[in-house]
């Protein structure tokens, strides 16, 4: 079993609304990232978790708050956001940060209004 | 620095036509190779990979070489169908590194 799962699969919400994302993988992967991707782009990487620890923080504003309650599960708490901010949110696992693939979810399609 | 650089798209076929996205990379060391396909409206899968030189990827009639002479590593299949249709990211991992993606192409095979 390769299945990331992520719930919303579609988000809207308003510039001063108070969101989460939720991102979950039950395959004893240790590392979980968190990827914004704009349409036809390549995903950018936030977020990286290792060993429920963040270890890389690629530059991202405070309205991103990205929560690790466990090894299976990932959070990225949104508050604040821009209309600019709009954009797929893939979470994704792998086995060992820096090492092995990386498995992805289907993302959640965020939309601020 | 690390990078990819993919074949611009749209590439646009008919069914049962041969496909070919050119990758090719920069990197230090020796890195892992990664093919990513996204179909409309959903995430990443991982389509094939490849851990050293001249490793073959290969998965769902798709194929691709790791040939590190030519710092390469081409897409392959043999026969698109509709159901092809996607776009696709060629990705390296450097060991102990970031994945770095291309900029992705996309396909279009019409019957």
């Known amino acids: 079993d390769t299945e990331v799962t992520q719930t919303p699969k579609h988000l809207v919400m308003g510039m001063t609304n108070k969101k989460s994302l939720k991102c979950e993988q039950h395959m004893g992967h240790r590392a979980m990232y968190w990827y914004k991707q704009k349409a036809k782009k390549p995903p950018e990487l936030m977020f990286v978790y290792s060993y429920e620890k963040l270890s890389i923080n690629e530059s991202v504003p405070s309205r991103f708050s990205p929560e690790c309650p466990n090894s299976s599960l990932l959070n990225l708490h949104l508050h604040a956001l821009q209309p600019e901010d709009s954009a797929l949110y893939l979470c994704a696992s792998s086995q060992e940060h820096g090492a092995y693939e990386q498995y992805f979810g289907p993302g959640t399609r965020l939309t601020v209004t | 620095g690390n990078s990819v650089t993919q074949m611009e798209g749209p590439v646009t076929l008919s069914e049962e036509a041969f496909l070919t996205i050119n990758c090719t990379y920069t990197?230090?060391?020796?890195?892992?190779l990664f093919w990513y396909v996204q179909y409309p409206g959903e995430g990443l899968q991982l389509l094939l990979k490849?851990?050293?030189?001249?490793d073959k990827g290969s998965n769902k009639g798709f194929e691709a070489t790791y040939r590190k002479e030519t710092t390469s590593f081409h897409l392959e299949k043999g026969s698109v169908q509709v159901s092809d249709s996607a776009v696709y990211f060629c990705?390296?991992?450097?060991?102990?590194?970031?994945?770095?993606f291309g900029q992705g192409t996309e396909l279009s095979v019409k019957p």
């Open positions: 490849a851990t050293k030189a001249d």
């Open positions: 990705a390296l991992r450097p060991l102990g590194g970031k994945l770095i």
């Open positions: 990197a230090t060391g020796y890195p892992s």
